[in-house]
């Protein structure tokens, strides 16, 4: 994981790699530091816990310097303290690193051997060693550089600068993202075109295996046989404003609030209103040819793809297998016959979903992509990009992301149905209308923010919290549970309503919650059912349902949560307001960091 910055410049460059990192703290958040190089030495700051403890130190203790490197860092070698955090100086080297050297163990254990002693515990350090090394015989930086690459396995990102040869730094990246910048006199290396949208637009995306001279006036790219090599250079797009959280406390509950708005937009470019018809992008393959859907993403966006299987199997009467991304390529999954591959992704830069789109294209399948930074590595080598507008989210637990990819989803179960003969334009046009409505009927959803914040005191007292669901709210129950984990630390499991008795009723007396999603319809009876089983044995439950539903089964709960009615193939969307709300709230009450909750980092970039 980690966010790096370069800067190779005229004017001074501390503040603006910090400005940088900032933009680059969904990456992590648990240390960070900066390198200048200015009158022949290093001068380096490093600080524990989140960025402004770095902007701090800076303050009492500047740095001056026109060329420096930066890093923001999620642990994965060695706890998250200073001497573990980046950049690493060997000698006449330094160096940021995203991402895990597999094989640093053997380099390490040569190093010592050589009387080479380390100071941290990470990874990164082997690759300052090798470096500094390198330079002891090597003609350059370039030629130690080269020679070092093809020793490291894993994945990376690197950012490495020398003491006396202090107008470049080099860049590489295999597995790991990495973005040239280009300025006005000056040239820049960023983990993403997002950290470099101040400083310039005119980005290269540097691709597998390349490694990069970045200096004031030139940059030179190779490829990894050391083949000098040109990549386009395109306008990124990536706002440069730093975005702010407006009236919210918390960025997590603008995100919240931003929904209707964001999937009304996202829902514009997917609806021909007149036609009352769902559009898709031009595409270069026929959808009616496809024979089997296999959707792969990881966390929050895996829920999507969950009850994408219920649309997609339910409308197009496709098959439809899903995948956390983390287990789909290791298991070598059959990929024959015409297959649809959609990955789901936020950030697009998810480590294990990129692998696993790599893997698929790797097996001939067609790609479709519904993700949300249009500049990542998925949008760019998907073969169809299906983009939700969300803008960018900030708050680590994934909301507005979420529910913009169920529009998506929406759209293309609605597409597929429709290509295979499944769907009449009649029942498109309906379906389109109960799509229209979804932004108002998740207004209306927030409007019980108050009554949701009330209860939540009550659910910041639990140890452990049950979500239940069936269909398509059972993966609503998953993320009910997994975004009250994330931000208020509180033990969540979801379940399927039928799974209950087969354990974790086990777990149920007075002082559990149960959250139970139902809306009225053809399983409501079931999952009241379930929901009785459990308050026979004490669970206080809180049902989120509509007027129908509430009118039938509510007063048997403890308290109740009134949704108003909607067509199932919404209900997904709506459902998320409520749940999302409850675990902001209950994160709230206990006092923990809704935004940047411990442990966590929005883009997990390493496997
Ligand atoms: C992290 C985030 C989650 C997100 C997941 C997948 O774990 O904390 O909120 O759902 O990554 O991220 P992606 O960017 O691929 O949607």
Redesign the pocket.
């Given at each position: 994981m980690c966010g790096i910055i370069g800067i190779v410049g005229k004017d001074a460059v501390a503040q603006r790699l910090v400005d940088g990192l900032r933009r680059l703290e969904y990456r992590g958040y648990d240390s960070a530091g900066i390198c200048t190089v200015t009158n022949g030495q290093f001068g380096r700051r490093r600080a524990e816990g989140k960025l402004n403890n770095l902007a701090a130190k800076l303050a009492a203790e500047p740095l001056e310097g026109i060329v420096g490197i930066a890093h923001t860092r999620w642990a994965t070698h060695g706890a998250p303290t200073e001497d573990n955090a980046h950049p690493h100086i060997v000698g006449d080297v330094t160096i940021v690193h995203n991402g895990i050297i597999e094989n640093f163990k053997p380099l390490r254990d040569e190093l010592i051997a050589q009387g080479r002693t380390f100071l941290s515990e990470t990874d990164t350090e082997v690759v300052a060693h090798l470096v500094d090394r390198e330079m002891q015989t090597a003609a350059s930086p370039q030629e130690a550089v080269a020679a070092v690459l093809p020793r490291l396995h894993g994945a990376f990102a690197l950012a490495i600068m020398f003491r006396e040869h202090p107008d470049l730094i080099i860049g590489a990246r295999l597995g790991a993202p990495l973005t040239v910048g280009y300025g006005d006199g000056e040239n820049y290396l960023g983990s993403d075109a997002l950290a470099l949208a101040p400083l310039t637009q005119r980005i290269a995306y540097l691709e597998e295996g390349d490694w990069v001279v970045v200096g004031r006036d030139k940059v030179d790219i190779y490829d990894r046989t050391n083949t000098p090599v040109t990549r386009p250079i395109v306008v990124s797009g990536a706002s440069g404003a730093l975005i702010d959280k407006g009236n919210h406390r918390h960025f997590m509950q603008k995100e919240i609030y931003e929904q209707p708005v964001v999937v009304a937009d996202t829902l514009q470019s997917y609806i021909r209103p007149l036609e009352m018809q769902v559009a898709m992008p031009q595409m270069d393959f026929d959808l009616s040819e496809v024979e089997r859907v296999v959707i792969v993403?990881?966390?929050?966006?895996s829920y999507v793809g969950m009850i994408g299987k219920y649309w997609i199997e339910q409308m197009a009467r496709l098959p439809v297998d899903v995948d956390v991304a983390s287990e789909f390529r290791y298991r070598d999954p059959v990929l024959t016959g015409k297959v649809l591959g959609v990955v789901?992704?936020?950030?697009?830069?998810?480590a294990d979903?990129l692998a696993a789109l790599r893997h698929m294209k790797a097996n001939g399948v067609t790609t479709a992509g519904i993700i949300?930074v249009p500049t990542s590595s998925m949008a760019r080598e998907v073969d169809l990009l299906l983009p939700t507008h969300a803008g960018p989210e900030i708050g680590?637990?994934?909301t507005k992301?979420f529910t913009c990819q169920l529009a998506v989803m929406a759209a293309l179960s609605v597409n597929l149905a429709r290509a295979k003969g499944k769907m009449t334009a009649e029942q498109e046009r309906e379906i389109v209308g109960h799509l229209k409505e979804a932004p108002a009927a998740m207004n209306a959803a927030l409007s019980h923010d108050d009554e949701i914040q009330k209860m939540a005191h009550t659910i910041a007292e639990a140890r452990d919290v049950l979500y239940l669901g069936r269909g398509p709210d059972y993966p609503m129950a998953l993320e009910g549970a997994l975004k009250l984990k994330?931000i208020s630390y509180i033990h969540a499991e979801g379940y399927a309503s039928g799974e209950m008795k087969h354990g974790p009723i086990a777990l149920i007396d007075d002082k559990v919650p149960l959250i139970v999603l139902a809306p009225a319809g053809p399983l409501f009876d079931k999952t009241v059912s379930n929901m009785q089983e459990a308050m026979a044995r004490g669970a206080q439950v809180v049902l989120i349902s509509d007027a129908e539903g509430l009118a039938l089964a509510g007063s048997d709960a403890k308290a109740t949560i009134e949704m108003p009615a909607v067509h199932p193939l919404i209900a997904p969307l709506v459902y998320a307001v409520p749940i999302q709300l409850l675990a902001y709230h209950v994160a709230c009450a206990k006092g923990t960091d809704v935004d940047q909750p411990r442990n966590?980092?929005?883009?997990?970039t390493v496997e």
């Open positions: 993403a990881c966390g929050t966006a789901v992704s936020q950030s697009g830069e998810t979903t949300n680590v637990a994934s992301a994330e966590l980092a929005k883009s997990v």
